[in-house]
């Protein structure tokens, strides 16, 4: 087992110089990163710098990129810094580029104001904010990238975009590969912790929220060449493993000869246990003394607890496969060995103190203080989260390391990271240096009747059945489409297999991320399968439909890409081939933000713009059939980059 074998590396890893002191083990107790209820609340999106002692501070500035890579910002901001060194060499400022939403540009720079109210009075030669946008416009170096400028109002320099430079980089995307649009981010090597169910429980829709969320930020960062280290910080260690392992041995002496087939469905075992523990006194002093049997390392319980957590694994991989989902198990019993060192070096720099028989931090601006060892001497969530946070930190050496749980988590969060900066492993929020933290809130699911999202005997969903439901709703709207088109003998059994999981799953991720992730939403088949509007199946059908068009041109497009070439000369050409370009910016603003809805609604536009470039521009038998075939290879390509930085596997035909 994962977890297992990676505790057991972790006990023999050589301890860091800093903390070869050790402390006399305490006995612990864990909790999954799902389980809310029985911890103290984490924080939503609270984004904290942070960063470790023994660690380089890298500044969290843009990275400059190298010529012609980046985003379209990104290389318009080079040529604004290269200008503002000429135009104010005297003042340091980042260059300000947006796109530009009036009709006289594609960007701009909105510099000129903000160094008006810095050198105003100084003796500059410049008389007002209008005269610092002519300098930073005339002192723009020579670029292909650039057809023309403008200053407008209080300085606000406009840039218009070369139609020829737009339509090389399409073209040079479709020879090279959409890889060449990766976006170029600050950092190197992350850490997403996600997802993390509760060994021998159920998962939840707020489990699929965190893999959902998790898996796509996880997905941009990777194709922004970021490392990512995909960690299921699961609940495998704590009290609870008692209770179920005395049960097991109680009702099942043999358990060992029959194997899985003793536990059978895990959660009528969990909860048959627990009612067991609450109400049979004897037993619960046996399941109390097995949790010091486990802990203390004899052969039998532990076994018992693999046994649990293999059985429970299993169950979580059926929702993992469904959902095409990657994650490396590092459970709480992966770190606890860890605790009582960092727990010592904390306790060194003064950060721990008695209180009530408790062990623990006070953090300025909360009432109650952060627990790190409670009063029974058991360790807890924040020892646990501590000594997760010093060995990514130190040992996995991350930049910067992401949690996505529940915003009702906030004020955990807060104090975690407020203590982890206390202890001097995080630098002062305000100078934007990495490493640095961020939790990644969600809102809750709810169903129609906008109660938290259950069935009707108000038990939690599960969530295989759940997106089972939704490949069996997608499959009977498939088969009645195709039969009253007539076009059901063209499909194999396989197709219809397969583009049913794709719809039907696409819809469950597309109606949870296209929302801002802070937001509850209701979970609605009926919405979230619609083909109309927002929706994944709108969109699988837009792409498809594209596909269409480019397989009745009969044409080769591989051959196209090498021999033809692209022009911008209908407006319509020209406002979808802007918004193509854009891809890469939009991917940055969604890691950066770590905002999947971004880029939801980035490809949700694209669907849009392409419709009326394709009802405004003759495609196939038009003279400039070549230059607009590519245009919709470019969009299909984008489109299913978009798709795959979402988890949803796009179809060519519907």
């Known amino acids: 087992m994962r977890a297992l074998a990676a505790a057991a590396t972790a006990v023999a890893a050589p301890t860091p110089a800093r903390l070869r002191l050790r402390l006399p083990r305490a006995p612990r107790s864990g909790h999954c990163r799902a389980a809310s209820s029985a911890r103290l609340p984490r924080s939503a999106c609270s984004a904290t710098t942070m960063g470790d002692e023994t660690s380089t501070s890298v500044p969290a500035k843009l990275q400059e990129p190298v010529e012609g890579a980046g985003s379209v910002k990104q290389q318009l901001s080079k040529l604004v810094a290269s200008s503002l060194r000429t135009t104010v060499p005297e003042v340091d400022v980042e260059p300000m580029v947006e796109v530009c939403t009036a009709k006289f540009g594609d960007y701009q720079c909105n510099n000129a104001m903000g160094l008006w109210s810095r050198i105003k009075g100084s003796g500059t030669s410049f008389k007002n904010p209008n005269a610092i946008g002519q300098a930073i416009a005339k002192n723009l170096p020579p670029s292909d990238i650039i057809e023309s400028t403008s200053v407008a109002g209080p300085g606000f320099v406009n840039i218009v975009l070369s139609n020829r430079w737009v339509a090389k980089r399409i073209q040079d995307m479709l020879v090279n590969g959409i890889s060449a649009w990766a976006p170029i981010l600050p950092v190197k090597r992350a850490v997403l912790d996600f997802s993390s169910p509760n060994i021998a429980k159920e998962m939840h829709v707020g489990h699929l929220r965190s893999t959902i969320i998790g898996d796509t930020l996880a997905r941009m960062l990777e194709f922004s060449n970021v490392g990512v280290l995909r960690r299921n910080h699961v609940g495998d260690w704590g009290t609870?493993?008692?209770?179920?392992?005395?049960?097991?041995?109680?009702?099942?002496?043999?358990?060992?000869?029959?194997?899985?087939?003793?536990?059978?469905?895990?959660?009528?075992?969990?909860?048959?246990?627990?009612?067991?523990?609450?109400?049979?006194?004897?037993?619960?002093?046996?399941?109390?003394?097995?949790?010091?049997?486990?802990?203390?390392?004899?052969?039998?319980?532990?076994?018992?607890?693999?046994?649990?957590?293999?059985?429970?694994?299993?169950?979580?991989?059926?929702?993992?496969?469904?959902?095409?989902?990657?994650?490396?198990?590092?459970?709480?019993?992966?770190?606890?060995?860890?605790?009582?060192?960092?727990?010592?070096?904390?306790?060194?720099?003064?950060?721990i103190k008695e209180s009530e028989g408790a062990r623990v931090i006070f953090i300025e601006g909360h009432q109650i203080p952060l627990i790190v060892v409670k009063r029974d001497g058991g360790f807890n969530y924040a020892s646990t989260d501590l000594a997760a946070l010093w060995y990514r930190l130190n040992v996995e050496k991350a930049e910067w390391i992401i949690y996505v749980t529940d915003v009702g988590q906030q004020q955990h969060f807060d104090m975690f990271f407020r203590a982890a900066r206390m202890a001097g492993w995080l630098p002062d929020p305000n100078e934007k240096t990495f490493p640095k933290t961020n939790h990644v809130g969600f809102g809750l699911v709810l169903g129609s009747d906008g109660k938290r999202f259950r069935t009707r005997s108000t038990e939690v969903v599960r969530l295989v059945e759940l997106l089972d439901e939704a490949k069996s709703r997608s499959k009977i709207e498939l088969l009645q489409r195709l039969t009253e088109n007539g076009k059901i003998v063209e499909w194999t059994d396989e197709e219809l297999e397969k583009t049913s999981e794709a719809v039907g799953y696409g819809a469950v991720k597309y109606a949870d991320l296209k929302n801002n992730r802070l937001t509850n939403y209701t979970f609605s088949f009926e919405q979230m399968l619609s083909d109309k509007g927002n929706t994944a199946v709108y969109l699988q059908y837009a792409h498809a439909r594209i596909c269409s068009i480019i397989r009745k041109s009969n044409k080769d497009v591989e051959e196209l890409k090498m021999s033809g070439a692209i022009s911008l000369d209908h407006p319509d050409e020209r406002v979808l081939g802007l918004y193509l370009i854009r891809f890469a910016e939009v991917v940055e603003e969604a890691c950066t933000n770590l905002l999947p809805n971004v880029l939801c609604e980035y490809l949700y536009n694209l669907s849009e713009m392409f419709t009326k470039f394709y009802t405004n521009c003759q495609v196939v038998g038009s003279p400039e059939e070549t230059s607009r075939l590519l245009l919709c290879q470019a969009t299909a390509v984008v489109m299913r980059q978009c798709f795959q930085l979402l988890g949803i596997t796009p179809v060519y035909k519907l």
């Open 240 to 351: 609870q493993f008692g209770m179920l392992i005395e049960y097991l041995f109680e009702k099942f002496p043999n358990w060992q000869e029959i194997g899985s087939q003793a536990i059978g469905d895990l959660q009528i075992f969990y909860k048959a246990s627990k009612h067991k523990f609450d109400n049979d006194p004897d037993f619960k002093d046996r399941a109390q003394q097995a949790v010091v049997r486990l802990q203390g390392g004899e052969e039998k319980y532990r076994d018992a607890w693999k046994k649990i957590c293999e059985v429970s694994r299993s169950e979580f991989d059926l929702v993992y496969k469904r959902l095409n989902v990657d994650l490396e198990e590092k459970g709480e019993s992966f770190y606890n060995p860890y605790i009582p060192q960092v727990l010592e070096e904390l306790n060194d720099k003064g950060l």
